[in-house]
């Protein structure tokens, strides 16, 4: 046994240290990932060079010592907003402030009492995977009033409150900006009350005020997505995929009505994610005559051969005449015209309830802490802020600007102007909106191009119709299969005869190639696994057969969609160009791939489904050990070398520790561990989670590490292990996936439209230009095409991840609310930004 150094303090130090740091990071220091966070690395500084002064700001040096804080949320409940609640608590304690619940929303806040009571960190314990808000909230008139308003400055003042976290929509944001805004004349009306004394007013002069937006309708102006938005497709695409069954068996029509009274967000991309036939939201009302287009493309898709169809509807939803459209007049519609046996379903609140999705405890995590953050920082003269997302990065933004622009939707809807109300709603809607158009809309043999050969604007001649290529390379990942049916539509939407081949670069050299319909990729976008089949062969000793292949079926461009083998082979055909002119066409990757272990993208298609499966059994894993006290869990997940599984999963799943290859450990720190565990079962915690990354260490295995818990815990708990496996890669893929995989997918097409059309020229397509290759990733902000030749120098290939893995930056926020002791960088904090306003009306928003 390990005895020969004196156990380490309740709150150890780890270190954080990196393999392969990349020579980039540096100049991404000015930008903050909103997933990532902000973490510090004293490691990567180096001697080269002479020193120079560190400006940087660690949350070590921000202290909460005499600041108290409260939250509460208030309105309509979302999944997610545990996980906020919980970070906030734990981030306050972290630094040093006292942290409260307010119960009952803003009812608790004019109530006060038991209502307000001081929160600990065990009292935040397992509440990450319960839906809801176990808080409490309430929608309270009596805070719509001065005299209410009154209450809830007292009860604050009494405890010294001056920073306050609100969870809730926009009116409950609107609702706290006022209460700080009156705060100066409140506290004077209590003094001449005699309610309190001149020190009271003086030590509690500022109150400061930030917001996170939870609503599961996602009808807030200024973040990409509300905190239990997710949760709440999950809910919807679970009830669909139910109802497809027994709609198929039956040949039935469904009509499904989904929540967004003033918002169809959940409407339009729940269509998206399913493959609904036709979707009502109050954003987009229908054009006069749309009873008769709708039942012409319901009869349509019966007439090829398709057994079913679905119609979602928001519960907002109106026609062009603000006449509101109901499930039951859309059924008495179908059946009259068509004589369809058609079904209603209203799914009304089971939307709200659940656990959260994974990508909904990040999230509330996230903004948990960067709300206290906020709140460290602010000063007298700091505005209302509200914490949003946008792309894949963290932002404040002032409170008051988000929810003008949110009145100023309703407005511009009110008012008929409905492309200036999509434009309100912000970059997601506007992608969303397009993507659904652009796969929507099926065009006649006779309105698709033929081939033949058109006028330039430049009086050259240009090619309308190619034959472009898709498929997928590398292990299967949930999601696969809805990008193809999106690449499929959108090309044959573009005029291209699309081929799909079998069997990855394999099955190109064998002439596994077909062509592939509208028709045939129906119902794809809720499979799992690869349709099309898959395989991980690299095609570097099949390049002869493969160009072979392109010559004879004529292809004149390539889409594959896969993982790090689709990265590889990409640059070996690229790299082949001069050898086998074949080669010289556009070929562009989408990476799909559950490791999300890909250079030049921030996320890949099938990691999210993966990190939906590993949270979803660490719950359950948990919940068989509620009648067990003291057990700890180790737990291994896949990735191979890369360790972002592990490590945002188990920031989803609320473990005490995570192991990652990136991160070098040694026996020392497992002993912390292990003492770290010891000291948790003393409280009233007493359970553990521990994940390893399959490839983490080859001597500290998942057996020796079971082995040396259960061997060190001895009389204090006792240990189980658990394989993940190929669970991982199976299942329906996540709502965020087939949404992801279908736009990543229909932004590659149009591309490919673009690159085939310039490359045209002398009768043939010929390109060996560095940006003809390119892989299409998601970095940061926004979607971007790079050339892969270019993302070499970003790879490390021996252990096939990148060199610069952003979410590592996220392991310092996972430890902080595990109760240890790290380093954290907050540099970038307190940098308030602004609401994008309303663009040109000539603006057409791209894919």
């Given at each position: 046994?390990?005895?020969?150094?004196?156990?380490?303090?309740?709150?150890?130090?780890?270190?954080?240290?990196?393999?392969?740091?990349?020579p980039?990071?540096?100049?991404?220091?000015?930008?903050?990932?909103?997933?990532?966070?902000?973490?510090?690395?004293?490691?990567?500084?180096?001697?080269?060079?002479?020193?120079?002064?560190?400006?940087?700001?660690?949350?070590?040096n921000?202290?909460?010592e005499?600041?108290?804080?409260?939250?509460?949320?208030?309105?309509?409940?979302?999944?997610?907003?545990?996980?906020?609640?919980?970070?906030?608590?734990?981030?306050?304690?972290?630094?040093?402030?006292?942290?409260?619940?307010?119960?009952?929303?803003?009812?608790?806040?004019?109530?006060?009492?038991?209502?307000?009571?001081?929160?600990?960190?065990?009292?935040?314990?397992?509440?990450?995977?319960?839906?809801?808000?176990?808080?409490?909230?309430?929608?309270?008139?009596?805070?719509?009033?001065?005299?209410?308003?009154?209450?809830?400055?007292?009860?604050?003042?009494?405890?010294?409150?001056?920073?306050?976290?609100?969870?809730?929509?926009?009116?409950?944001?609107?609702?706290?900006?006022?209460?700080?805004?009156?705060?100066?004349?409140?506290?004077?009306?209590?003094?001449?009350?005699?309610?309190?004394?001149?020190?009271?007013?003086?030590?509690?002069?500022?109150?400061?005020?930030?917001?996170?937006?939870?609503?599961?309708?996602?009808?807030?102006?200024?973040?990409?997505?509300?905190?239990?938005?997710?949760?709440?497709?999950?809910?919807?695409?679970?009830?669909?995929?139910?109802?497809?069954?027994?709609?198929?068996?039956?040949?039935?029509?469904?009509?499904?009505?989904?929540?967004?009274?003033?918002?169809?967000?959940?409407?339009?991309?729940?269509?998206?994610?399913?493959?609904?036939?036709?979707?009502?939201?109050?954003?987009?009302?229908?054009?006069?005559?749309?009873?008769d287009?709708?039942?012409?493309?319901?009869?349509?898709?019966?007439?090829?051969?398709?057994?079913?169809?679905?119609?979602?509807?928001?519960?907002?939803?109106?026609?062009?005449?603000?006449?509101?459209?109901?499930?039951?007049?859309?059924?008495?519609?179908?059946?009259?015209?068509?004589?369809?046996?058609?079904?209603?379903?209203?799914?009304?609140?089971?939307?709200?309830g659940?656990?959260?999705?994974?990508?909904?405890?990040?999230?509330?995590?996230?903004?948990?802490?960067?709300?206290?953050?906020?709140?460290?920082?602010?000063?007298?003269?700091?505005?209302?802020c509200?914490v949003?997302?946008?792309?894949?990065?963290?932002?404040?933004?002032?409170?008051?600007?988000?929810?003008?622009?949110?009145?100023?939707?309703?407005?511009?809807?009110?008012?008929?102007?409905?492309?200036?109300?999509?434009?309100?709603?912000?970059?997601?809607?506007?992608?969303?909106?397009?993507?659904?158009?652009?796969?929507?809309?099926?065009?006649?043999?006779?309105?698709?191009?033929?081939?033949?050969?058109?006028?330039?604007?430049?009086?050259?001649?240009?090619?309308?119709?190619?034959?472009?290529?898709?498929?997928?390379?590398?292990?299967?990942?949930?999601?696969?299969?809805?990008?193809?049916?999106?690449?499929?539509?959108v090309?044959?939407?573009?005029g291209?005869?699309?081929?799909?081949?079998?069997?990855?670069?394999?099955?190109?050299?064998?002439?596994?190639?077909?062509e592939?319909?509208?028709?045939?990729?129906?119902?794809?976008?809720?499979?799992?696994?690869?349709?099309l089949?898959?395989?991980?062969?690299?095609?570097?000793?099949?390049?002869?057969?493969?160009?072979?292949?392109?010559?004879?079926?004529?292809?004149?461009?390539?889409?594959v969609?896969?993982?790090?083998?689709?990265?590889?082979?990409?640059?070996?055909?690229?790299?082949?160009?001069?050898e086998?002119?074949?080669?010289?066409?556009?070929?562009?990757?989408?990476?799909?791939?559950?490791?999300?272990?890909?250079?030049?993208?921030?996320?890949?298609?099938?990691?999210?489904?993966?990190?939906?499966?590993?949270?979803?059994?660490?719950?359950?894993?948990?919940?068989?050990?509620?009648?067990?006290?003291?057990?700890?869990?180790?737990?291994?997940?896949?990735?191979?070398?890369?360790?972002?599984?592990?490590?945002?999963?188990?920031?989803?799943?609320?473990?005490?520790?995570?192991?990652?290859?990136?991160?070098?450990?040694d026996?020392?720190?497992?002993?912390?561990?292990?003492?770290?565990?010891?000291?948790?079962?003393?409280?009233?915690?007493?359970?553990?989670?521990?994940?390893?990354?399959?490839?983490?260490?080859?001597?500290?295995?998942?057996?020796?590490?079971?082995?040396?818990?259960?061997?060190?815990?001895?009389?204090?708990?006792?240990?189980?292990?658990?394989?993940?496996?190929?669970?991982?890669?199976?299942?329906?893929?996540?709502?965020?996936?087939?949404?992801?995989?279908?736009?990543?997918a229909?932004?590659?097409?149009?591309?490919?439209?673009?690159?085939?059309?310039e490359?045209?020229?002398?009768?043939?397509?010929?390109?060996?230009?560095?940006?003809t290759?390119?892989?299409?990733?998601?970095?940061?902000?926004?979607?971007?095409?790079?050339?892969?030749?270019q993302?070499?120098?970003?790879?490390?290939?021996?252990?096939?991840?990148?060199?610069?893995?952003?979410?590592?930056?996220?392991?310092?926020?996972?430890?902080?609310?595990?109760?240890?002791?790290?380093?954290?960088?907050?540099?970038?904090?307190?940098?308030?930004?602004?609401?994008?306003?309303?663009?040109?009306?000539?603006?057409?928003?791209?894919?």
């Amino acid at each position: 046994m390990l005895r020969s150094s004196p156990p380490p303090p309740p709150l150890p130090r780890v270190k954080y240290l990196r393999r392969s740091p990349s020579p980039q990071v540096a100049s991404h220091k000015s930008s903050s990932s909103f997933l990532a966070g902000r973490c510090g690395n004293s490691d990567m500084a180096g001697n080269a060079g002479p020193k120079r002064q560190d400006t940087r700001k660690f949350v070590e040096n921000l202290s909460g010592e005499g600041k108290c804080i409260a939250v509460l949320t208030s309105g309509g409940d979302a999944q997610g907003m545990n996980a906020a609640v919980r970070a906030v608590v734990r981030m306050g304690i972290y630094v040093g402030a006292k942290v409260y619940f307010i119960h009952e929303g803003y009812q608790g806040m004019v109530d006060g009492g038991d209502n307000i009571k001081e929160a600990t960190w065990e009292s935040v314990s397992s509440m990450l995977q319960v839906g809801g808000t176990v808080i409490g909230s309430a929608r309270c008139k009596e805070f719509r009033t001065h005299e209410g308003r009154l209450k809830a400055a007292h009860n604050l003042v009494q405890r010294g409150i001056t920073n306050l976290c609100v969870i809730g929509g926009d009116g409950s944001l609107t609702g706290a900006n006022l209460f700080r805004e009156e705060w100066s004349g409140l506290l004077n009306e209590l003094l001449e009350q005699g309610l309190i004394n001149e020190e009271a007013v003086s030590s509690n002069s500022v109150l400061h005020i930030v917001g996170m937006v939870g609503s599961i309708d996602n009808d807030f102006c200024g973040t990409d997505m509300t905190i239990g938005t997710d949760s709440a497709l999950h809910r919807i695409i679970e009830v669909v995929d139910a109802i497809m069954t027994t709609a198929q068996s039956h040949q039935r029509t469904f009509v499904l009505e989904v929540m967004g009274r003033h918002c169809g967000y959940l409407a339009l991309v729940s269509a998206l994610a399913c493959g609904a036939d036709w979707v009502f939201i109050p954003e987009m009302p229908p054009d006069d005559g749309w009873e008769d287009n709708m039942c012409q493309k319901l009869s349509e898709n019966r007439a090829d051969k398709k057994r079913l169809n679905i119609i979602i509807v928001a519960e907002g939803a109106i026609d062009s005449h603000n006449k509101a459209i109901t499930p039951d007049c859309i059924k008495d519609l179908v059946v009259r015209c068509l004589g369809f046996d058609t079904r209603v379903t209203i799914l009304g609140h089971v939307q709200r309830g659940g656990t959260p999705s994974a990508f909904d405890r990040i999230l509330g995590s996230r903004m948990g802490v960067e709300a206290v953050l906020a709140l460290l920082e602010a000063s007298t003269d700091t505005p209302a802020c509200v914490v949003s997302l946008v792309g894949n990065q963290a932002v404040r933004l002032p409170l008051m600007e988000c929810v003008q622009m949110t009145q100023e939707v309703q407005k511009a809807m009110d008012e008929k102007k409905f492309d200036e109300a999509v434009r309100l709603r912000g970059r997601s809607f506007e992608n969303n909106l397009s993507t659904y158009r652009l796969l929507s809309y099926r065009k006649l043999d006779s309105e698709l191009p033929n081939g033949v050969e058109e006028e330039a604007g430049d009086g050259e001649q240009c090619h309308s119709s190619f034959n472009v290529a898709v498929l997928n390379v590398g292990a299967p990942a949930a999601g696969m299969n809805a990008a193809v049916r999106s690449a499929v539509r959108v090309g044959i939407t573009e005029g291209h005869k699309m081929f799909a081949v079998n069997d990855g670069f394999e099955g190109f050299a064998k002439g596994q190639i077909k062509e592939i319909k509208w028709g045939d990729v129906g119902g794809w976008t809720g499979q799992g696994g690869s349709l099309l089949g898959t395989k991980r062969t690299l095609p570097a000793k099949r390049l002869a057969k493969i160009a072979e292949q392109m010559r004879i079926h004529n292809i004149n461009a390539l889409l594959v969609i896969g993982g790090f083998e689709a990265y590889v082979g990409l640059l070996e055909l690229s790299s082949a160009r001069d050898e086998y002119p074949e080669f010289c066409v556009p070929m562009v990757m989408v990476p799909a791939t559950v490791s999300n272990n890909i250079p030049g993208s921030d996320l890949s298609i099938g990691s999210d489904t993966a990190l939906n499966a590993i949270t979803d059994t660490c719950d359950r894993i948990k919940q068989s050990a509620s009648g067990t006290k003291r057990r700890v869990f180790i737990i291994e997940t896949m990735g191979g070398y890369c360790g972002y599984l592990a490590t945002v999963g188990g920031l989803a799943a609320g473990a005490d520790t995570v192991y990652i290859y990136e991160e070098a450990f040694d026996i020392r720190d497992l002993q912390a561990n292990v003492e770290h565990l010891t000291q948790k079962m003393k409280t009233t915690i007493q359970r553990g989670l521990v994940l390893r990354n399959e490839n983490c260490n080859e001597n500290f295995t998942t057996d020796f590490i079971y082995q040396l818990y259960s061997e060190e815990g001895r009389g204090v708990f006792d240990c189980r292990k658990n394989i993940l496996g190929h669970m991982q890669q199976g299942g329906a893929p996540s709502p965020f996936d087939r949404n992801f995989g279908t736009k990543v997918a229909a932004k590659a097409m149009q591309w490919i439209t673009r690159a085939l059309k310039e490359s045209y020229k002398g009768g043939k397509v010929f390109t060996n230009a560095e940006d003809t290759a390119c892989l299409l990733g998601m970095r940061r902000r926004a979607m971007v095409f790079q050339p892969v030749a270019q993302l070499r120098e970003e790879t490390d290939f021996e252990h096939r991840i990148p060199k610069d893995q952003w979410w590592l930056k996220l392991r310092p926020l996972m430890k902080i609310l595990a109760k240890y002791k790290t380093s954290y960088d907050v540099s970038d904090a307190g940098q308030l930004e602004h609401v994008t306003r309303v663009r040109p009306k000539d603006f057409q928003p791209s894919v």
